[in-house]
């Protein structure tokens, strides 16, 4: 007699937001409590674990102001998991729904850096490790913590040849943005979306069945 353990949708995707939480932050207090701003650990020729801080969005891009960031981050996981609640049972593949929560465990590990992270650490400096500390004695009010990122790939670079106009003598590294697991998580998933469900992105809330019907109706 074979036991066949099947989750449901709302639960498969609510185990996988909690774990990519949990490797996401285990990852990033790691990195915050033991290593210096900017210090690096050499892996590979071609992967580093390189410490830095950024106060905007995903791989370092800086855009408006901090509070206004974080409240767009809240506000865009609100709206995910309000879709992800609406879709779940309705015929989505299963592998389409879990890039949904993965889009959700990736922008809600960066919020947590962003509302929590300030208050509770003291600032990280090229020269100093930072420390827990007393809530309200970190190095930034609520809402206003930097994201930690550490994830550093150059896998390819050179120098441009000089008579080269506009770049040339420049050195040029592919792929020179730091990230970190979170961000990893949703451009996964996007990538995954486009290539194998972005007719899922076609059916609505309602499901592939009810856009067929409409398909059909409107022939």
């Not at 905007?56 to 408006?64: K, L, P, S, V």
């Not at 102001?65 to 309000?82: D, H, N």
């Not at 206003?144 to 000089?162: A, I, Q, R, S």
Request: a neutral charge; one cysteine or more.
């Amino acid at each position: 007699m074979k036991l066949k353990l099947k989750l449901s949708e709302g639960r498969m995707a609510a185990l996988i937001v909690a774990i990519c939480l949990i490797i996401d932050q285990v990852i990033k207090l790691a990195v915050k409590l033991n290593m210096r701003l900017y210090e690096s650990i050499h892996v590979t020729d071609w992967f580093y674990i390189y410490f830095t801080e950024n106060p905007g969005m995903a791989f370092g891009m800086e855009i408006f102001g901090k509070i206004f960031l974080t409240l767009f981050r809240i506000i865009a996981v609100g709206c995910f998991v309000y879709y992800l609640y609406k879709i779940r049972g309705k015929g989505f593949p299963r592998g389409y729904i879990a890039c949904v929560a993965l889009i959700i465990a990736g922008a809600a590990g960066n919020i947590f850096d962003c509302v929590f992270y300030g208050p509770l650490f003291s600032e990280s400096t090229p020269y100093a490790v930072s420390e827990m500390v007393s809530w309200g004695d970190g190095y930034a009010p609520l809402l206003k913590g930097k994201v930690v990122d550490m994830f550093y790939f150059p896998l390819v670079e050179w120098n441009w040849p000089d008579w080269l106009p506009f770049v040339g003598g420049e050195h040029f590294i592919f792929f020179s943005p730091i990230f970190n697991f979170a961000d990893a998580c949703i451009s996964c998933a996007v990538i995954a979306v486009l290539l194998f469900y972005n007719k899922c992105m076609n059916w609505g809330l309602e499901g592939p069945n009810h856009a067929a019907d409409e398909k059909g109706a409107s022939k």
